[in-house]
């Protein structure tokens, strides 16, 4: 499906309209195109528009879009609502649609306010306007977070105690082990996402005698797709250092090129497809099993660990957006658990 639907399905006889028009204006010249030069157009150039206007977008966010346009769609199938009646506002419709989610489902407003931008972007894709701004909407949005509450349920932040202690604990004999290791390592080290831990690939790693530097071709707050290089240190610890358990990983995994972190199925076969995102947060969980804290990890807390650890250190907050890639230094400070706002507060100094 095409940004107007079909690519493949334009009604030629506007865009002979079109054409004439635009070139009317520019030259007062009256040029028509057969049909043939319009389809040779067709499949060149709009072939190659579609594919930029896809890459608009990182994939994680169009799979969410799609994932909330399918959660409407269906919703409208069970209320017998025509999403595309021209007769109802779509406004109307969108704003039914959350009101009920946020009633039936345990959703958090984040979840919902991605409903809003999926549905806005797909309907803007078939050429239909869509106001998620709209008064009403915007209405309906502030009686769900009065009611739902906007504070996101933190996990857990893995700081450097932790993070040894789970590495220390890992049986790195086996290759499972030693990649399990190195994920641990190299995410709280790059304090990455796990969907920018599970793209990284060889090509994109440069080791030299200060450590490791990996470019990150595109993130959720990159998706103009500029990329960021992202340098790893040598830890002053073997045990505990992301680049030699890199470079000890690659060598036992015999990994030449491709993704880093891989897929090993039984027998230590270690397969050419990268891990999931989900497969990281299963392995934090896993990890984190014999502490007590499995259920309180997630794949962010590799990151939102890194932020924590970094900022007990007294690491300046510049240092530290650079590594995370944050450009927004509110955003970075919703990670830190530290509580410093009671710290460096004047009310603490005022005597009392």
């Known amino acids: 499906?095409?940004?107007?639907?079909?690519?493949?399905?334009?009604?030629?006889?506007?865009?002979?309209?079109?054409?004439?028009?635009?070139?009317?204006?520019?030259?007062?010249?009256?040029?028509?195109?057969?049909?043939?030069?319009?389809?040779?157009?067709?499949?060149?150039?709009?072939?190659?528009?579609?594919?930029?206007?896809?890459?608009?977008?990182?994939?994680?966010?169009?799979?969410?879009?799609?994932?909330?346009?399918?959660?409407?769609?269906?919703?409208?199938?069970?209320?017998?609502?025509?999403?595309?009646?021209?007769?109802?506002?779509?406004?109307?419709?969108?704003?039914?649609?959350?009101?009920?989610?946020?009633?039936?489902?345990?959703?958090?407003?984040?979840?919902?306010?991605?409903?809003?931008?999926?549905?806005?972007?797909?309907?803007?894709?078939?050429?239909?306007?869509?106001?998620?701004?709209?008064?009403?909407?915007?209405?309906?949005?502030?009686?769900?977070?009065?009611?739902?509450?906007?504070?996101?349920?933190?996990?857990?932040?893995?700081?450097?105690?932790?993070?040894?202690?789970?590495?220390?604990?890992?049986?790195?004999?086996?290759?499972?082990?030693?990649?399990?290791?190195?994920?641990?390592?190299?995410?709280?080290?790059?304090?990455?996402?796990?969907?920018?831990?599970?793209?990284?690939?060889?090509?994109?790693m440069v080791f030299d005698t200060y450590g490791l530097s990996i470019y990150i071709p595109n993130s959720k707050t990159d998706q103009e797709g500029e990329g960021r290089v992202v340098d790893i240190p040598f830890a002053k610890e073997e045990k505990f250092c992301p680049v030699r358990k890199i470079k000890t990983w690659i060598s036992m995994a015999n990994i030449s090129e491709g993704y880093l972190f891989r897929r090993i199925r039984k027998g230590n076969v270690v397969q050419s497809e990268g891990i999931t995102g989900h497969t990281v947060a299963r392995i934090i969980k896993k990890r984190s099993d014999s502490f007590g804290f499995s259920s309180d990890v997630a794949g962010h807390s590799l990151r939102s660990g890194h932020v924590t650890s970094a900022i007990k250190n007294g690491t300046p907050e510049t240092w530290i957006m650079r590594q995370t890639g944050h450009t927004n230094i509110n955003t970075l400070r919703k990670y830190e658990r530290l509580k410093r706002e009671f710290v460096a507060n004047s009310a603490a100094n005022i005597g009392l």
């Open 1 to 204: 499906m095409g940004p107007f639907g079909d690519p493949f399905s334009f009604d030629f006889n506007l865009i002979i309209v079109y054409v004439k028009v635009t070139l009317t204006k520019g030259s007062n010249m009256d040029i028509e195109l057969s049909r043939n030069q319009l389809e040779e157009i067709h499949q060149e150039n709009l072939n190659s528009f579609y594919e930029f206007t896809q890459k608009s977008r990182s994939k994680n966010t169009l799979k969410a879009y799609f994932f909330a346009w399918e959660k409407y769609r269906n919703w409208c199938i069970d209320q017998k609502i025509d999403m595309y009646d021209v007769n109802i506002p779509k406004e109307l419709i969108v704003g039914m649609f959350i009101s009920d989610v946020a009633k039936k489902r345990n959703l958090k407003v984040a979840s919902i306010q991605t409903y809003l931008a999926g549905i806005k972007y797909n309907y803007e894709e078939k050429g239909i306007p869509m106001d998620t701004r709209h008064p009403k909407i915007r209405a309906a949005m502030s009686g769900i977070r009065r009611t739902l509450g906007k504070k996101q349920t933190q996990k857990l932040a893995l700081k450097t105690d932790a993070i040894k202690k789970i590495i220390a604990s890992i049986d790195e004999n086996s290759l499972i082990g030693l990649r399990d290791s190195a994920i641990i390592l190299l995410g709280f080290s790059g304090a990455f996402r796990r969907s920018e831990l599970v793209s990284i690939k060889i090509e994109h």
